[in-house]
């Protein structure tokens, strides 16, 4: 046990050292310091160079009318270390701060404090719907004389390959639910174990192959079979510790997150603000991020308000964050397995499996959200988000290549002066800057 956590040990040192100054490196460096991580391989290096391309062939097998692919910029963020294990966290956004903001929060956690996670039950649930039911409680005894044989029926002839890695539909459940006219519903959960796919096909299918024996046993008609994406049976949970910070900043973090808490409105932005860390982990690894995010809101509503899905708080010297949110991945079946790019990237994550991808996904979404308070408590989030910012109005506003860094330090000028920039400022510098050296021509 010793030298394994001696290894480990070992590892994140070494990753420390190779991610200092990891942003200000070129390209074709940082490609030098990913392999010597052991993240790239000289053929993933080669793919990358190349600019990722994908076939329009395999474009084809994924959805109906294409026409080509939008490309989103993918990066990696630093410093991450998880459990114990450092991590090269790929992320594919659009978003300027996001890979910045996640790589130095998660450098402040390491050296103040740690990052550890956790995953609470393992199953998905699948619903069997009737939507009129005539007599809950013949429904509700059917189910419960017929469940284990359902359950064995199911995974002998639907879902034997879960069975065989250890998963497959474990048991049964129904819910009455109020239709509102009077009447209700009777809604059967199917949970199932997906060892390491999302398990959406799976379910589905085994809740269409249990229609015909639900109808044949209550004498009811079956009129919906799908899966939920508020899987509550399921959470990941991260944790944050830190020691040695100022005891003001840890209570204006503190005061920022009872403010989501509380708060339907801010708790919508503080939600988006942790699933700015999330997401672009989700479409890095062909995950489906919609599914998440779905799950991630309806679990915000469990105590009937919409509510922040992570908590900080001062316990004596110590500010501790926490997160606990369905977070359902796969790291087999689908794009996950077919897209090349998703394919280079969760060998990037060395994440062995769907639990872990979770959980590794729940600890940046937890450190993003530490991030983003950290500098609206401070900063603000003008001087935090807007200076990021720059380079995309400096682009926006047509700067050529030799143009860039006299229009971004003319406007981080700007911005320190008046707290605020746009692009109309951007444009303003460029004419400016133009029109002077039109001047200086003879």
């Avoid at 998880?82 to 300027?96: F, R």
């Avoid at 809950?136 to 059917?142: I, K, S, W, Y």
């Avoid at 899966?227 to 830190?242: G, Q």
């Avoid at 708790?267 to 995950?287: E, M, Q, R, S």
Wanted: glycine share 8%; proline share 3%.
């Amino acid at each position: 046990m010793a030298s394994k956590i001696d290894s480990s040990e070992n590892e994140a040192e070494r990753y420390s050292e190779l991610f200092q100054g990891f942003s200000k490196l070129d390209r074709e460096e940082r490609f030098l310091r990913l392999q010597e991580m052991g993240a790239l391989s000289p053929e993933d290096v080669r793919f990358l160079r190349a600019g990722a391309p994908v076939g329009l062939d395999l474009a084809e097998k994924f959805i109906e009318n294409v026409l080509g692919f939008f490309q989103l910029p993918l990066g990696v963020a630093t410093n991450f270390e998880i459990d114990g294990k450092p991590y090269v966290i790929p992320m594919a956004v659009e978003e300027t701060s996001i890979i910045a903001a996640a790589s130095k929060t998660a450098k402040w956690v390491r050296e103040h404090g740690r990052i550890m996670t956790s995953m609470h039950g393992r199953e998905i649930i699948g619903q069997i719907q009737i939507a009129k039911a005539t007599d809950f409680q013949n429904v509700r005894e059917a189910v419960k004389r017929n469940a284990a044989h359902w359950v064995e029926i199911a995974n002998r002839d639907v879902a034997s390959g879960l069975v065989r890695r250890g998963g497959g539909v474990k048991r049964m459940d129904v819910r009455q639910v109020e239709r509102g006219d009077g009447g209700v519903m009777a809604v059967i959960h199917v949970f199932a174990d997906p060892c390491d796919a999302m398990g959406a096909n799976i379910i589905n299918q085994v809740c269409e192959y249990l229609k015909l024996p639900i109808e044949a046993a209550t004498g009811e008609k079956v009129t919906m079979c799908i899966l939920s994406n508020l899987v509550d049976t399921r959470l990941t949970r991260a944790r944050v510790e830190m020691v040695g910070l100022d005891d003001d900043l840890m209570e204006r973090i503190e005061e920022a997150s009872l403010f989501a808490q509380q708060d339907p409105y801010r708790a919508a932005t503080n939600n988006k603000g942790v699933l700015n860390g999330i997401d672009p982990i989700l479409i890095a690894t062909g995950n489906d991020w919609r599914a998440v995010e779905a799950g991630v809101h309806a679990y915000a509503t469990q105590t009937g308000q919409y509510r922040s899905i992570t908590r900080w708080r001062r316990e004596k010297n110590v500010l501790v964050g926490e997160l606990e949110a369905p977070i359902v991945l796969g790291v087999v079946g689908g794009v996950t397995t077919l897209h090349p790019t998703a394919k280079m990237c969760l060998r990037m994550l060395k994440a062995g499996s769907a639990e872990e991808l979770s959980r590794v996904c729940a600890a940046v979404g937890l450190v993003q959200n530490l991030g983003a308070l950290r500098a609206l408590t401070t900063v603000g989030i003008i001087e935090g988000h807007m200076k990021l910012h720059i380079k995309n109005l400096t682009l926006g506003a047509g700067a050529e290549e030799r143009e860039i860094p006299y229009v971004q330090k003319r406007l981080e000028e700007i911005l320190s002066l008046h707290k605020r920039i746009s692009l109309s400022h951007a444009i303003e510098v460029l004419k400016e800057l133009r029109a002077e050296r039109a001047r200086e021509l003879p």
